[in-house]
C-alpha cells in the first residue's frame, strides 16, 4: 500500500517539475509576498502630511504648531499661505489634515471670557488614516488644554499626574506584530488549500481521473497520494515564512515553537479537507479555482487583518466561529505573542478538531459519490 | 476585423454562459463579495472591553471609574481582585485593557502630588488596544480637568476662565460622519473586480492545457483579433459589475456616488484593459491553469487587500513600497474610484491615475500581443 502511495506521490511531483512555473510560484511566491506586505504595512500610520495656517503668529500659536509638529502621527508640510490651496490639496490628496489657527488666537487664550477657536480639516476619504488623525489630534488639543487648566489653577504640571501605561504582549503596539503573523497564516492556508483544490479537478478535466480509477489504487491510496504532496508543500511554505517572520522581521516568539510546528500541521490537514472537498464538488480546474478564490476573501476577513473580528456586526462572528482559520489564528498570536500554551487556548483546538472530523466526513461522502465506489 | 474579434467575443460569452459555476461566479459573484465583505470589513470599533481593579476604593476612585465609563466606548465588564486576574482575562482574549488604581489615590490626587494609576493594554490585537488606550487616556484628561476646576473654584478662582480654554472646530471633508463604509465600499469594488482579471487568466491558460487554443490558431484569426476577443467579454462584464455595484453600495451602504458617470465608465475601461492586459500577459507565460491562476493571485488578490492602500494609507508606506504599490492597477483604482465616489473630483485631480492606467494597457497589451505567437511550439 504505502509502495502505491509512494508511486502516486512521485506522479505528482514528476508533473510538477513539468510546471515549472507553478513550482516556482507556489514554494517562493507566498514568500515574497510576506516581504513585500511586511515592509508595506508593518509600520504604524504615521506622517500623515498635515498643514498648518498659523493666521496669529504669536508665541502662543507657535507653540500650538510645534506642539502639533512634534506629534509623529503628523508630517507638517509647507501649505502656502492661501486657504484655498488647502481645498485643492485636500482633493488631490496631497494633505490629510488642515489646521488653521485664526487671528487673536493668543488674545483670546488669555482673556477671561473668549474661547480661541481652532479649526481642524481631516481629509475623511482614508477613513483609516483620518481616524488615526483624529485620534492624535484630539489627544494632542485635549494635552494642551488640559495644561492650561493645571496651569491657571493650583495644579502642578500634566507630567507628574500622568497614569502610567504598560502595553502587553507588545510593547511597542507595533502593528507588524499583528499583521504579520496574520499574513503568514493566511497565506500558510491559501497554499494549502490551492494545491489540494486542484488534485482532483485537474485530473477530472483532463481526462485522466478514469485512469486512476481502473488502477489497483484504493480510494483511500487515492486520496492518500492527492493530499500529502498538498500539504508537503502547504508545510514547506509555513517553515519559510515562520522563519522569515522570526528572523527577519523580528516578530517575537514567546511561546513553545514545537506546539506551534505541531497545531501548524494539525492546521493544514484541516484547511486540506476542505481544499479536497472543493476538488471534488467542482466539474473544472476554473470551478476549483475560482471557488478557492472567492474562499479566499471570506476567510481574509475572518483573519482579522483588517478589522479584528470582535467589532464585526454579531452574525458575522457567529460565522467566524466554523472557519479554521479564525480558530487559527487565535492560537498563533497566542503562542507568539503572549507566549501561552494549550491551557488557554485549548478550546479554539477542539474547535478545529471537530471542523476537521466533520469536514472529513464530508469529504468522504463526496468522494464516494464524486468517484463512485 | 471588428466582425472576426466580435466573433471570439461571443464564443467565449457562450463558455461562460453554457457553465452555470461559471456565469454566476463571472457575473455575480463580486457583488454577494461586495456585500458580504463590505458588511464585515467597513465597521468601525465602537466599544472594547475593560476591567478595573480598584485597590483604593474611596469615593474619588469611584467617581474616576464613572468618568472612564462614561461614554459608549469603553465597557466595564467588571471588578477583579488581583492582577493575576487580570493577565488571565488579556490571555484569554476577553478584555483588551485593565485599569489598575493603587491604594492612595484620592489622597495623592487631592494632595495634587501624583497619580497613581496604571493603564494596562493588550498589544496583541493593536488596533483595539490602541483604540481602548487614546479613550482611557482622553477620559483621564477629562477627569484631571475637572479635578482642577473644583481646585481653582475652591481657592475663588472663576471657572469659566477654565473651562474648556480651546474651541475645537472639527470638520471632516469627504465623509463627514468618519464611517469606514463610506471609504472602503469602493475601494473593495475595486479590490473585488480584481476578479475578472483572475477568470480571464484561467480561461486562457485553460485553452492551452486543452489544446483548443490551437484550433484558434489555424483560424484566419489575427493574434490582435484573438487576444481583443478574449479579452472584451470580460471587460464588458466587469463594466457591468461596476455599475451594479454603484447601486449596491448607494441601497444597501448608503454611499453615495458624487462623480461623473460617464467619466466612470471610461475609468472602469481603462482599468479592466490595464488589469486584462496584465492577465494575459500571464497566461502567455504560464504553462497550466494552476500556474496561471497562483500567479494572478500573487498579482490581484493579495497585494489587492494588503497594499492598495483599502486598509493601509498608501501615504504612511516607506517611499520604496508606495513606488511598488502604485504598479498595482488595483492601487490606481482605489484612487479613483475613492476620488470619484468621496470627492466628486473628475479628471483634473484623476487624470494621474487614469495615465497610469492606460501606459498599463497599453505597454503590457502591446508586449502580449508581441508575444503571443500564432504558432504551435
Redesign the interface.
Known sequence: MFQRIGSLIVKEFIQLR??L??VI??LL??A??LT??A???G???????TAIYDYDRSPESRELAQMIANVETFNVIDGGTDLHDATEM????EV?MVIVIPPRFSDG?HA??T?????????????????KA??AI??T??????D???E?????S?E????????????????A??TIPS?LGF?LY?VAL?VAA?GFS?ERE?GTLEQLLVSPLSRFELIMGKSIPAVIIGYFNFLLMLAMTVFLFKVPMRGSLPLLLVLAFFYILVELQRGLLISLL??????A???V??L???D???S?????V????LI?QKIAFIFPIRHWM?IM??IM??G?GLE?FWPHVVVIGVLGIVLTGVTLLAFRRALGD | MIRRTWAVTKKEFLHIVR?P??LF?VTA?PLV?LI??A???A????SVPIVVLDQDLTPLSRSYIRQIVSGPDLVLMRYVGSLSEINDL????IIRAAIVISPGFEEQ?RA????P??????????????FA??HI??H???F??R???Q??TA?G??P???E?????????????D???V???VPALIAV?LG?PA??MS??LA?EK?HGSMEMLMATPLGKFELLAGKILPYVITGVADVFLSLIVARVLFGVRFRGNLLLLLVLSVDYFVASLAIALLIAI???????A???A??VF???G???S?????L????P???M??SMLPVTQFV?IL??LF??G?GLE?LWGNALTLLVMGLLFGTFAVLRFRKKLA
Not at chain 1, 117 to 129: F, H, T
Not at chain 2, 112 to 115: P, T
Not at chain 2, 165 to 175: A, E, H, S, T
Not at chain 2, 309 to 313: H, K, M, Q, S, V
Open positions: 513539468r510546471d512555473l507553478f510560484l507556489i511566491g507566498p515574497s509576498e513585500a506586505v515592509y508595506a504595512t509600520t504604524e500610520i504615521r506622517n500623515l502630511p485636500l482633493d488631490r490628496g490629510y487664550l477671561p471670557t474661547r480661541p477657536q481652532v479649526q481642524v480639516i481631516l481629509n475623511g476619504a482614508e477613513s483609516a488614516a483620518a481616524g483624529l485620534e484630539e489627544g488639543i485635549n494635552r494642551y488644554s488640559t492650561i487648566v493645571l491657571l489653577s493650583a495644579f502642578p500634566l507628574s499626574l500622568e497614569p502610567s501605561a504598560r502595553v502587553w504582549f507588545n510593547e511597542e503596539l507595533r502593528q506584530n499583528y499574513e497565506m491559501v490551492w486542484l485537474r483532463l467542482s466539474e473544472t480546474q476554473q470551478q479555482l475560482l471557488t478564490f472567492m479566499a476573501f471570506v481574509m476577513t475572518f482579522g487583518y483588517a478589522v479584528p470582535e467589532s464585526m456586526p458575522f487565535i498570536r497566542g505573542l503572549k501561552v488557554v | 457553465s459555476g461559471m461566479l459573484s463579495m458580504l465583505m458588511y464585515a470589513l465597521v468601525d470599533i465602537k488579556l490571555e484569554r482574549d490626587v495634587l502630588s501624583g497619580f494609576v496604571q493603564i494596562i493594554v493588550d498589544g496583541s490585537e493593536p488596533k483595539a488596544g490602541g488606550f487614546q487616556l482622553g483621564t484628561y477629562n484631571l480637568e479635578q482642577a476646576l481646585a481653582a481657592q478662582i472663576s469659566t476662565l477654565l474648556a480654554p480651546l474651541d475645537l472646530r472639527l470638520r471632516v471633508w469627504y465623509n463627514p468618519l464611517k469606514a463610506q471609504d472602503i473585488i476578479l483572475i477568470s484561467a480561461a485553460r492545457e507565460y504560464a504553462r497550466t491553469q494552476r500556474a491562476t497562483v500567479f493571485l500573487l488578490l493579495f497585494p487587500f494588503f497594499l492602500g483599502i486598509f493601509f494609507p501615504i504612511a508606506m516607506p520604496e513600497a508606495r511598488e504599490a484612487a475613492r476620488g468621496l470627492k473630483v485631480v
